[in-house]
C-alpha cells in the first residue's frame, strides 16, 4: 500500500499474543484480523471526520491564513472532498493487518512537507490512541472469548 499506512501487531500486546496463539492454529484467526482491519479502519475515519486530532490527542494544526481563505464552509482540515478518508482502507497479510491508502499525497499529510521542501505541518491521522488499543483488546478478548465458549 503507497501513500501511508499503520500495521497493527499484536506483538506488542503480550498477554493477548499468547492467548491468541493458542487460538490461532485451531480458529478462524483471519476472522479476528478482519474484524481488527474494520475496527481500526473505523477509528480512522472517526478521527478525519470528527476528531480532527492526531492519535496522541494533539489538535491539528490550523489551516495558514491564505489557505483557509481559499476554503469553503464544507472543507475541514483533511476532508475538502473526502478523497483521502474514502481511500481509508484495511489489507489483511497473512497474519498482519495494514490500515491505510494508496493516495501518493496522503504521507505529506501525516508526516508534514518539511522533508521535501513544502510548508505544510504534519496532521497524523494513522496510528492508535490509548482509547484505539484499549477498543482493540476489548475486541481480540471478545474474539478470544467466543472461540473458548466463554
Do not use: C
Amino acid at each position: 500500500m503507497s501513500g501511508a499506512s499503520l500495521t497493527f501487531d499484536v506483538q506488542g500486546l503480550p498477554q493477548l499474543k499468547a492467548r491468541i496463539d493458542k487460538l490461532a492454529s485451531r480458529s478462524n484467526f483471519n476472522e479476528l484480523l478482519e474484524g481488527v482491519g474494520a475496527e481500526i479502519e473505523s477509528q480512522t475515519h472517526r478521527r478525519l471526520q470528527e476528531e480532527k486530532k492526531s492519535p496522541d490527542g494533539e489538535s491539528w494544526q490550523a489551516w495558514s491564513d491564505g489557505y483557509a481563505q481559499s476554503r469553503h464552509s464544507g472543507h475541514s482540515l483533511l476532508m475538502n472532498e473526502g478523497e483521502l478518508d474514502d481511500s481509508i482502507q484495511f489489507l489483511v497479510v497473512g497474519d498482519e493487518v495494514h490500515v491505510g491508502t494508496n493516495l501518493i499525497y496522503a504521507a505529506i499529510h501525516q508526516f508534514g512537507g518539511e522533508d521535501v521542501g513544502k510548508d505544510i505541518a504534519a496532521r497524523p491521522y494513522l496510528g492508535l490512541s490509548d482509547e484505539n488499543v484499549k477498543d482493540i483488546e476489548a475486541l481480540i478478548n471478545d474474539w478470544a472469548d467466543e472461540q473458548l465458549g466463554l
